[in-house]
């Protein structure tokens, strides 16, 4: 008789902490002896949810349920933020044999070995940061997550709810991460937190990110030409403490995500988002002006509870005066147990998303006219270990978040310098052009 390894797969929505511990979890499928391999029939599934909106909620369910239908032998578990917040749901309704909490996601064998039948709901928010193991699982880019939880409490979100209190990796940790995925030859690591630029302010002695960079840069002296890091999300306040130690390492990507949400003070006060439009303005415009290529990206959400049609207007002219190179448009997503779920003055769905594609248009109409600015450039760029599917050539990743088709060939997952052009194909996508002059 033929024996097997038993075949497992990790499924994943949301953010790239989510990512980050889908990769890790699959790792630890792996030396715990499963097969990971992306067709079925599968003996386990492991699937990792996203609690943010409401669009990923139906999705994480429409997804189980297809799982469970297509793979009728498999045991299937839940994990992530909406699993923990909604475990009935998951159980009894979609078909989940079990669920376990963020906090168990770095002990899969634990979790393996008492699932028979419970429900593993872990306490969430206990300890510092785990680490989760190796992120870096068939991927151009490592994440390595240093940081988790959140104690901002912004009046739209559950996640402090699902993963408690803001906990930050040691920097020992942090430090022994780095070094191992640049040991194994990645030269992009990007650092990941659900409040990344919290790093730090738990440890004792406390710490921040900027301490961080500086750590990095005395112990790996890291050259951009062979290894840069990248920053995934910074809250405003955090962005602008860090904005001038950019500049000291070179071996930081020029990239920011700086989420703003809503361009009122009304809007920013119901959210309890702890900074205003004036002081947002200021980041962003200070960031343009010390580092004139970089990508500058932001969230904006649409439809909160109070925003009128002038309110939205406002919100929007304000963010086409910033100097943002897109905008991840998020529709308004009532999160049951979260303040704004019960707020008067909620918008209608039809609102909401006339208002999302008017917000959409002005991202796309940014992001052309960044890659305009971005063309005739030399920019280092990852070449990714996956061939853009449909032409079969090679696809960059550049520092400030470009993604370009290569013409010639090059060592996948290296750094190359390469000049954009303008786009020749039709997917829009801009042309690199290696660069082989010394
Ligand atoms: S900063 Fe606000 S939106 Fe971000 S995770 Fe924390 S509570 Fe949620």
Redesign the pocket.
Known sequence: MLSRLPSARVFTLGCKVNQFESAAMAEQLQSLGYALSPGGPYDLLILNTCAVTDAAEKEALRLLRRLRRENPGATILATGCLAQERAAVFLQKAGARAIFGNDRKGNLKEVLEARAGALQLAAVGSGEARDLGDPALGKTRAFQKIQDG?S???SY?V??QARGESRSLSLGRVLTGLESYARRGFREVVLTG??LGNWGRDLSPPSDLKRLLAEIARVFNPSPHSFRLRLSSL?PTEAWEIRETLGEHPFVAPHLHVPLQAGTDKILALMKRPYRVAFYAKVARSLRELYPQMSLGTDFMVGFPGETEEDFAESLAFLRDLPVTYAHVFPFSARPGTPAATLPGQVSAANKKERAQRARAFDRARRGEFLQASLGREHLAIVENTPHAPSGRLKVLTGNYLVALLDAPAPMGELARVTLRAPQNPWGLAEAALRLDP
Do not use: F
């Open positions: 959140c901002q409490n912004c979100c996640i402090p659900i409040h809250e």
